[in-house]
């Protein structure tokens, strides 16, 4: 009994460390493709729990009419390579990964993407930025 009570524990030792510690807990804003005038861009989002469950989220304000859109989904257990956000109610998926700072607008294996949606008004003469942003919280 005292063997399979160790073997127990290992396993849940191992297991423990096999899941990789997100950088932070709490909700923080990100704005990684510059916004175009229109119905509102939507303000997207993050949610990190104690537990390690990452949520994605948006609020998006039509600016005519004032209406409020949200969305939020569960993407699952923190994963340092890559994340997969899709809502429903725009048919919209996305990748990313993320650290303390920063989140990045990645492939489905995790490679930062880079695009001229992602430059601001001061980088539009590059052609092609890093798609990224700082959190705000």
Known sequence: MKKVFSLFILCISIFSFAQSKAPFTGKRSFNIVEGYSGTGTPAYYLNVKKNGDVYFGYVQVNQASGEE????MNAGKYNPTVMKAQ???FNEIF???FDKEKIYLTDEKGNIQKSEDCCSALES???SCTCESVFYQ
């Open 87 to 89: 809502f429903k109610k």
């Open 69 to 72: 859109t949200t969305e939020e």
């Open 95 to 97: 990748y990313v990964k």
């Open 125 to 127: 003469d590059k052609g």
